[in-house]
């Protein structure tokens, strides 16, 4: 049986990816690395991050699975049809996006987005033509013998919490928050990211509850978004089936 390691949410920090990678055993044929999708905004280096994971799937013996995250699936609607309740909010991290693919300073906090900078976010014409095909590629789900993988959760609908495969529209299990599936799923193991560890309730974890911003571990999922991409924040892995923990700090 071989090994699958999940990385969580990245958020264009570079430094954590190379960090943790370089952690990480070697894997080989019969391994499996499965990222969980937010590749991009917020941290200073989106364009390195996509680069660096278009790479390993490239050169890798392992099998490398990148999942589609909602900031994936929100510059794809910005490009398709736009969105600038996305765009707008500093928050998000558009603005960092914007100036590392086009190899600009990154910006400050308090920065605004010029009138020209807006334009292209807004229009995600700043994305390079073949990053947004990779983004359409990214799938929203992914399964093994040792677990289910998925950005954000399973939803509950009917009095119960349905497969990924069965979820319609698919882009829901990218954008999910709730907090039933976290205290209630039961069934295979789950993976995900999406909602930062620090926000999830720490009585239910079983893996160091004294420490919030930790990898959280429920009976049933394993959340490991543990906030790369803000401020003291970091990267976390998982490895199945050992169930070791990886960290970038």
């Known amino acids: 049986m071989g090994r699958t390691i999940a990385i969580g949410d990245i958020h264009g920090e570079i430094d954590h990816l190379d960090r943790i990678l370089a952690r990480l055993p070697a894997l080989g044929r019969g391994d499996t690395l499965v990222f969980l999708g937010d590749y991009v905004d917020r941290g200073p280096a989106s364009a390195q991050v ?8 490239r050169t890798s013996q392992a099998k490398v699975v990148a999942l589609r995250g909602n900031h ?3 510059w794809i609607q910005v490009a398709e049809k736009g969105w600038p309740e996305f765009v707008i909010p500093r928050g998000n991290g558009c603005l960092e996006a914007l100036r590392s693919f086009r190899g600009q300073p990154v910006p400050k906090d ?7 900078e807006l334009k292209a976010m807004l229009e995600a014409s700043f994305l390079p033509a073949d990053v ?12 093994d013998e040792h677990a289910i993988y998925v950005h954000a959760g399973l ?7 349905h497969h990924p495969s069965v979820t319609q529209p698919q882009r829901a299990l990218l954008w999910t928050r709730d907090k039933r599936f976290f205290a209630d799923y039961r069934g295979k193991l789950v993976v995900v990211g999406h909602t930062a560890t620090r926000l999830l309730p720490p009585e239910l974890s079983s893996f160091t509850p004294e420490d919030p911003t930790d990898l959280w571990a429920g009976p049933s999922v394993v959340a490991i978004d543990t906030a790369c991409g803000k401020q003291d924040g970091f990267l976390t892995a998982f490895e ?5 923990c990886y960290e970038s700090r």
């Open 155 to 161: 939803l509950h609908h009917g009095g119960q919490f």
């Open 110 to 116: 308090d920065d605004a987005p010029t009138g020209e």
């Open 240 to 244: 199945l089936p050992a169930q070791l």
């Open 132 to 143: 947004v095909d990779w983004m359409r590629s990214l799938p929203h789900h992914y399964e």
């Open 72 to 74: 994936e699936d929100a």
């Open 50 to 57: 996509v680069a660096r994971v278009r790479e390993i799937q």
